[in-house]
Structure formats: C-alpha cells, structure tokens
C-alpha cells in the first residue's frame, strides 16, 4: 500500500446525480434506461434522486447501459485514472 496515493476529489457529485448525468448526455430519458437494464423506471427516478442505493449489481448493470465503468458511477468526481497511475 505504500505505492498508493489516496484520490483526489475533483468534484462534488452524488451517486444519484451521475447516474442523471450520464444519461442526459446520451440523450436518453428514465423509461429509456429502464428497458435497457429491466430497472424500473421509478427506482431509476430514486437512485438519481438519492432516495436509493444504487448497490454493486444496479452499478454494474446501469454502468453497461450507459457505456462507462461502474467506478465512474459508484465514485463520482474522483480522478480514477490519474491517481492509480501515480
């Protein structure tokens, strides 16, 4: 663990609000996203409204949908990338 350097925050985004994010900018709306993963779309509305946990299995199947890896969804605004090439 000494090779490691804890990450930086760039911004303060929540689970919830990068889920939105992401799929806003793919132009796709909640009934969209839910057919995609077979989420319901009243659970899509929770998990972005962070009435819900998004959980590991919902991160991993929303993360498909939306053509990115589950870390960007369950750590918002960390520099993944940077911080565990240092």
Same mark, same amino acid.
């Given at each position: 663990?000494?090779?490691?350097?804890?990450?930086?925050?760039?911004?303060?985004?929540?689970?919830?609000?990068?889920?939105?994010?992401? #799929?806003? =900018?793919?132009?796709?709306?909640?009934?969209?996203?839910?057919?995609?993963?077979? /989420?319901? $779309?009243?659970?899509?509305?929770?998990?972005?409204?962070?009435?819900?946990?998004?959980?590991?299995?919902?991160?991993?199947?929303?993360? #498909?949908? =939306?053509?990115?890896?589950?870390?960007?969804?369950?750590?918002?605004?960390?520099? /993944?990338? $940077?911080?565990?090439?240092?």
């Amino acid at each position: 663990m000494k090779n490691y350097r804890k990450a930086k925050k760039l911004a303060d985004v929540s689970v919830g609000e990068s889920v939105r994010i992401l #799929r806003e =900018l793919q132009e796709m709306s909640q009934n969209e996203l839910s057919e995609l993963t077979g /989420i319901p $779309q009243s659970t899509i509305s929770a998990i972005e409204n962070d009435r819900v946990n998004l959980g590991v299995e919902r991160a991993k199947i929303l993360a #498909r949908a =939306l053509k990115c890896h589950p870390a960007v969804l369950v750590f918002p605004g960390w520099d /993944i990338e $940077q911080e565990s090439a240092a």
